[in-house]
Each structure stands twice: as structure tokens, then as C-alpha cells.
Nanobody, 123 residues
Framework: QVQLVESGGGLVQAGGSLRLSCAAS????????MGWFRQAPGKEREFVGAIKWSGNIAFYGDSVKGRFTISRDNARNTVYLAMNSLKPEDTAVYYC????????????????WGQGTQVTVSS
């Protein structure tokens, strides 16, 4: 069982930066691939990025590539999402998720989800 708690969301102006954190409980965190997803009102959940359990491989959705970076600290049971050059269209609730197998862009492959943290980017 893995419990996930996101933090770090808030209100930021366009062009600004935020770093989200996702703290995990459970001693097996380091064996899980971690993903970030987001969902804006009236829209489907969108893949943001994912990182392998080892932290050496990460990949991103096209809309955030080059602006967002995922990292993880297995000693601290935490995964991060650094967001730069934020745009109003990045406004959404951001969720972290854990997958016991490999990281993917498919939400259905993730077994555990956090409650989400709101990110609002003003123009």
C-alpha cells in the first residue's frame, strides 16, 4: 500500500515557476514508477510526465516538454515536479500517482493516487 500527498500548488503569474512535491508513505516507494497527471475543469485527465523507479529515465507530455522536470529522492520518499515558464493553460489540479511496474502515460496503469494540488496560472 502506498499513500501519496501532493503539496506546493498555488497561484502564480504566467512565466513564473512552481515546484510540486509528492510525499509517499510505505517502505517500497523506491520500487514504484511515479507519474504526474493534471486535470482542468471540463477536461480529461492529461499526462504530464513520469519517472522510472531508479530516477534515471523520465519522459513528458508534449504540452510540458522542455518546461517541466520530474525528479525523485528515494531516500526521502518524495517525487518532485519543477514547472517553469508557466502558462495559463497549465492551470489544473495536479496529481501524482504510483505504478508498480514501468512508468507510462496511461492513468489506468497507476495503482495509487494522491488527492491533488491546485495550480493556477494567471495571465
Amino acid at each position: 500500500q502506498v499513500q501519496l500527498v501532493e503539496s506546493g500548488g498555488g497561484l502564480v503569474q504566467a512565466g513564473g515557476s512552481l515546484r510540486l512535491s509528492c510525499a509517499a508513505s510505505g517502505r517500497t516507494f523506491s520500487s514504484y514508477a511515479m507519474g504526474w497527471f493534471r486535470q482542468a475543469p471540463g477536461k480529461e485527465r492529461e499526462f504530464v510526465g513520469a519517472i522510472k523507479w531508479s530516477g534515471n529515465i523520465a519522459f513528458y507530455g508534449d504540452s510540458v516538454k522542455g518546461r517541466f522536470t520530474i525528479s525523485r529522492d528515494n531516500a526521502r520518499n518524495t517525487v518532485y515536479l519543477a514547472m517553469n515558464s508557466l502558462k495559463p493553460e497549465d492551470t489544473a489540479v495536479y496529481y501524482c500517482a504510483a505504478a508498480s511496474r514501468y512508468p507510462t502515460a496511461t492513468p489506468e496503469n497507476y495503482e495509487y493516487w494522491g488527492q491533488g494540488t491546485q495550480v493556477t496560472v494567471s495571465s
